[in-house]
């Protein structure tokens, strides 16, 4: 009868512990959902190819923020937001397989920054500066080669792009390749990981020290909290997510050395994804182009936020 009862207390607990996860990944999800939507007004734009989604905020000259990997307008705004307040006009696309853009046949760099430049002719845009975070840098520097004519300047801000001589990581086995393909579908699995173990996600999928995060004033661990709990939902973002693990894990290698827009390179010396290599290849390469090399801060600049914005507005305003 003790036994009896005891396991009918554990099977409650259970139970109980399974309904307490369940509610607060429902709060999650719709607290992610929430966020998207209270991030910007989005709108759509009709391509040959499909749907661009994009919002934009403030006022002043035209920029375009071209999001990282697991992100969409809502990232790029986010990352935009101190240049919003400086007095720039902040237009954030949603790559391919973001939220609400469409994902094409072909999704490279190419087709990406082809499909920006049919952006800026809707909105009526000649002409404007060009921000690419992360693996947002690929479509960057491509958009710069593709049409200069409508670059003022590039801003490659932890840049995932080529480097020189640097061996592309052996294909995952099919185990991983598994794990990628159906893990980084789920809202699921990405909400535990983000309450179960916050520093593993930080480390892994921001390629940031945790100590740092830690360490860094609350407005900058909010920050962080907002771009690793932005991934979410991931199930809008999948498509894009793995064409970027794609296009990320072996940069194409594009002729950089023709860029003549004037170019900013941004990285930080402990970024773990190695991005301070590829900042000071692209500051190497393209003729005139200057390099902010941050000691610290991880692939999200965490405790740089302001002198990183800082950085951007002078040099855009310079070129």
């Known amino acids: 009868m003790r036994r009896r009862r005891l396991l009918g207390l554990g099977v409650a ?7 307490i996860g369940w509610r607060d990944y429902a709060r999650t999800m719709g607290a992610a959902r929430a966020a998207v939507a209270a991030a910007g007004r989005p709108r759509s734009l009709e391509l040959p190819g499909g749907v661009l989604e994009y919002a934009e905020a403030g006022d002043g000259p035209p920029l375009m923020m071209i999001h990282g990997t697991g992100g969409g307008y809502d990232q790029g705004l986010l ?3 101190r240049l919003i307040a400086m007095g720039w006009r902040v237009i954030a696309p949603s790559r391919f397989g973001y939220l609400g853009s469409s994902f094409p046949a072909d999704p490279g760099p190419g087709a990406q920054a082809d499909a920006l430049a049919a952006l800026l002719d809707a909105l ?3 002409r404007l500066a060009v921000i690419g975070g992360s693996a947002g840098a690929i479509p960057a520097l491509a958009f710069a080669l593709g049409h200069p004519g409508r670059t003022s300047a590039l801003v490659a801000l932890v840049p995932a792009t080529h480097v020189p001589g640097r061996p592309a990581p052996p294909p995952p086995n099919p185990l991983a390749a598994a794990i990628i393909a159906h893990g980084l579908r789920s ?5 535990a ?5 916050p520093d593993r996600m ?3 999928l921001l390629a940031t020290d945790p ?3 830690h360490a860094a004033p609350s407005d900058e661990q909010a920050r962080v909290r ?3 709990h932005g991934i979410l939902p991931v199930s809008r973002r999948a498509a894009g997510l793995l064409n970027d693990a794609r296009q990320a894990g072996g940069p194409p290698e594009l002729p950089i050395a023709d860029i003549r827009a004037p170019t900013l390179a941004i990285s930080a010396e402990d970024d773990r994804f190695g991005t301070a290599a590829a900042a000071r290849h692209i500051a190497a390469t393209v003729p005139g182009a200057r390099l902010v090399m941050l000691p610290d801060g991880g692939h999200v600049w965490v405790g740089r936020d302001a002198e990183v914005a800082t950085a951007i507005d002078a040099f855009l305003r310079a070129a």
């Open 13 to 19: 607990a259970v139970a109980g512990g399974a309904a």
């Open 79 to 81: 990352f935009g937001r």
């Open 124 to 126: 009526g845009i000649e």
């Open 187 to 191: 809202d699921l699995l990405i909400w």
């Open 193 to 197: 990981g983000v309450r179960l173990a």
């Open 202 to 204: 930080i480390a892994t």
């Open 211 to 213: 100590a740092l995060v």
């Open 226 to 228: 907002a771009i690793l």
